[in-house]
C-alpha cells in the first residue's frame, strides 16, 4: 500500500498515513498546541492581515500623547492584561501544564506570559512601516511617546522586526510560544523535574516540526531570541518599578490586579 512509485499515492496511503499521525504521541502534541494557540490567540492572523494599513490619524496620535503619563501607563496596561489573559488560557491548554503544582503554574506565568505576548506581537506587527495593532488600529512607537519609555519601547518594536524576519509558520509559532512559557530554568520551581520532562516534549514537538518543515535551521535562531525576550521582560519590570515609585497609587487601586500580581 505505501508503494508511491506510480507517483500518486493511493486513497489508502493517505488513510493509513492519517492513522500513523493519529497515533504518533508527538504529533497529538503538535496538534493538541497549535490547536490552543488557534483558539486563545485573541486575533486571527487574516483579520490582522486585512487591518494592517488601518493606521492612527495625526490627531489620533497626538492625542494618544498628550495624555498624562500615568494615564496612558493604566492604558497599556490594560491592553498588556487582556492579551496576557489570552496567554493564561493558552497555558492551561498546553499538555501537561495543569498537571504541574500550582506553585509552578505560577511560576512559569509570573516569568513568561510576558514573554509570550511578545511572541504573538509578531503576528500583530507591520514590518513595512513598523506598527503593532494596538486599540483597534496600527501604532508607531511614537504613539506610546506619554510612557516616557522609549528605550523599552525601542527594543521591543526592534525585537518584533528581528523575530518576524524569521517568518515563522502559525503552527511553529504556536510551539515555540509553549517552549517559551514551559521553561524549567525559572527560579523558584517546586518540581523543576517535572517541569523538565513537559519541556522535552515541547521540544520535540517543536524540532519535529521544523523536520517537517525543512527548517531545522530554525531551532538555534529561536534559542537565541529566547534570551532577547528575558532581558525585554526585565526590563518591562524595571520600567514598572520606577512608574510605580512615581504613581504608587496609581498603581495601587487602577491597574489591573492580574497585571500587578504577575508583574509588581
Ligand atoms: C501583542 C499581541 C496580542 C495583542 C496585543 C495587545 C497589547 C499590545 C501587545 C499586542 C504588544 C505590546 C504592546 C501591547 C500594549 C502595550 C505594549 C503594544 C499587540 C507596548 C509595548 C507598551 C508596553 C508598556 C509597558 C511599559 C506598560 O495578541
Redesign the pocket.
Known sequence: YLDCSQGRPQTTTLLLLTFIAACCPIEEVCASIVRSHRET???RVEELQALRWKLFSREEIHAYQSKSMDEM?QH??L??T??VQ?VVEFAKRIPGFRQLCQNDQIVLLKNGSMEV??V??T???NTENST???DGKF?GTEL?KA?A?SD??AA?FDFAHSLCALRLTEQQVALFSALVLINSDRPCLEERGRVERVKKEVELALSHTLHRDNQEGLMNKLYQKVAILKSLCSL?IE??RW?RQLYPLTVHSLFPPLYKELFA
Do not use: G, N, T
Open positions: 490567540s485573541q486575533y501607563w497599556c496596561a491592553r498588556l487582556d492579551a489570552y505576548v511578545l504573538r506581537m503576528r500583530a506587527f503593532v495593532f494596538f501604532a506610546f510612557l519609555c523599552l519601547i521591543v518591562h520600567k514598572l512608574f
